[in-house]
Structures are given as structure tokens and as C-alpha cells.
């Protein structure tokens, strides 16, 4: 009996829009039917949601009508400066923009049934957060008074007052309810966006633990594996995972577009990293066959 075959969408904002290219070509070449557990972090854990739905039109669609408006909402002055006061007094869970947007795409394009009771297995990776009080109090004791080390020592508090740890929700064995804001959680961007809590845990991007979450499935027993990513180069860790065979199919765009590419939610720009991601797809699909 052939392997089970892992599909892994590791994170990257407006990237993500890449992934949908890939699994076209995956569909095309009928390798999607053949994927048995899905992996993903950030924009991946949304995509790979979409996948395990099924439904690749829908999933098209949405990209080709994505826009900044639709996930970066803007939050009024008088929001944003309560919530920069909030960082200094450590109390702030807010983000710069509000996360309206992206939970309204998620509740639309997202049925937590169908992803509770699908046929693949599902892991969303999230980063827990865990309190630093220490190195909290140490830099807010130190920050001086001019605006700029101020802003400076700000950002490091809200950066560093906690410690992480990454957990792989295993989404067929969640509530139904918490679905949407587990994936919620999985994109929650710090600064960016704010914070989500689930069941008293407070939760970020799991972006910061692991980008290209291997490792749920790797604990399930899988060792093939399509790992799509979109970062300047391929940062998977082959030697935490001994005997993988891993198809790597990777955006590569230059330093500054990756930068600049995690807030890009134009639709021209989405369209065009589809078909890019459908390009290295096609490419790889002998290589992915002879994987099974």
C-alpha cells in the first residue's frame, strides 16, 4: 500500500495567494485527492482549510477578489493612539489594524463542520503566549522620554514581554465553535493585528513558532510530504525530520517583495502569484508522482 501523502502551506500574508496556484496544479495532475493530512501556519492555515474543503473555485475566487480594504480595516486615530498608550501599560491586546475583515473572509469561506468532519486530518499551528513579566518591567523602566526610544522600547515590550510556545491545533478534535477563531489566531500578525483568546490562552501568528508546520504531521507517522512556501529561500529543516521526502515548491521573489508582499492583498498582484504558484506547480508534478 502506497504512503500517506502530507500537503504543508507555510505562511506569508498576501503571498498566500501562491498556494492556490500550486493546488490547481495539484487538482489538474488529481494529486489532491491523494493528500491525506494538511498542515498550515498563518495564510497557510486559511488555504489549507479552503483545501480541505474542496471546493478550488471558491478558493479562486476569493483571491481574485481579495483586497487591502477586505483585510487590513482600518481602525480610527483615536483607536490607534489608545492602543500605543496600552502598550506602554502592558495591558494591550489590540493591533494597528482591526482583524474585522479577516474574521467576515473567514466566517464566509469557512464551514468549521465540514473541516471537524472532513476525510483529510487538519492541523492549524498558532503561538501560545506566555508572560515575561521581567523583561517587561526592565524595558519599560528604561525607556526614555524622547518620542522615538519611546516608540522604540514600545514595540520591544510588545515583542518581548512574552515567551511562545507552538501549538498544532488538531482541528478534528475541536469544538466546532472555536474553529473560526483558531484560525483566526493563526494570522494574528503581532502589531498587525490583535491578539485572539481561546479558552483563556492567548494566541499570535504561528508564523513566530514555525512557519512550515512539518511537524504535526511528521508526529503522525507521514514521511512524504508537499511542503509550498513563500519566503526568500527554503528555511525547512530537513535534519529535524529524518527520512521525509519532501517536495519543496517555494515563491521566489526578492528580499524587499517578500518584505513588502506579506501586506499586499491587491488583486492584480494575487492573480499573479497564482499563476506563478500554478507555473512551479506544473513543474513539479512528475517529481510529485514519483514521491507517491
Not at 507521514?222 to 525530520?241: L, P
Request: include cysteine; charged fraction near 20%; hydrophobic fraction near 40%.
Amino acid at each position: 500500500m502506497k504512503e500517506k501523502l502530507g500537503l504543508v502551506f507555510g505562511g506569508g500574508g498576501g503571498k498566500g495567494a501562491y498556494q492556490i496556484g500550486v493546488w490547481r496544479a495539484l487538482h489538474e495532475a488529481g494529486i489532491d485527492k491523494k493528500i491525506t493530512c494538511v498542515a498550515g501556519t498563518s495564510i497557510g492555515a486559511l488555504n489549507g482549510a479552503l483545501f480541505c474543503m474542496g471546493n478550488l473555485s471558491d478558493a479562486e475566487k476569493i483571491w481574485s477578489e481579495i483586497s487591502p480594504d477586505l483585510i487590513l480595516t482600518q481602525q480610527d486615530i483615536h483607536t490607534c493612539c489608545k492602543s500605543l498608550l496600552k502598550y506602554e501599560q502592558g495591558t494591550c491586546a489590540d493591533g494597528w489594524f482591526s482583524n474585522t475583515g479577516l474574521k467576515q473572509l473567514i466566517d464566509s469561506a469557512v464551514d468549521p463542520r465540514i473541516l471537524k468532519n472532513g476525510v483529510r486530518d487538519f492541523y492549524v499551528t498558532a503561538a501560545k503566549l506566555q508572560k515575561y513579566p521581567l523583561f517587561y518591567n526592565f524595558v519599560k523602566r528604561h525607556s526614555e522620554d524622547n518620542i522615538l526610544t519611546r516608540i522604540g522600547s514600545l514595540l520591544a515590550i510588545r515583542f518581548f514581554k512574552y515567551q511562545t510556545a507552538p501549538v498544532y491545533f488538531d482541528i478534528c478534535r475541536q469544538k466546532t465553535a472555536l474553529i473560526p477563531d483558531i484560525l483566526l489566531a493563526s494570522s494574528a500578525i503581532p502589531l498587525i493585528f490583535p491578539d485572539i483568546t481561546i479558552e483563556g490562552n492567548h494566541y499570535i501568528d504561528g508564523g513566530i513558532e514555525d512557519n512550515v508546520p512539518i511537524a504535526p504531521l511528521y508526529q503522525k507517522g507521514i514521511r512524504k510530504y508537499i511542503v509550498v512556501t513563500m519566503e526568500e529561500r527554503d528555511k525547512t529543516c530537513t535534519k529535524c525530520f529524518p527520512e521525509a521526502e519532501i517536495i519543496h515548491i517555494n515563491l521566489e521573489e526578492s528580499a524587499l517583495q517578500n518584505l513588502t508582499g506579506t501586506l499586499d492583498f491587491h488583486p492584480q498582484n494575487a492573480k499573479k502569484r497564482m499563476e506563478q504558484g500554478y507555473q512551479d506547480g506544473m513543474q513539479n508534478i512528475a517529481r510529485i508522482l514519483e514521491l507517491q
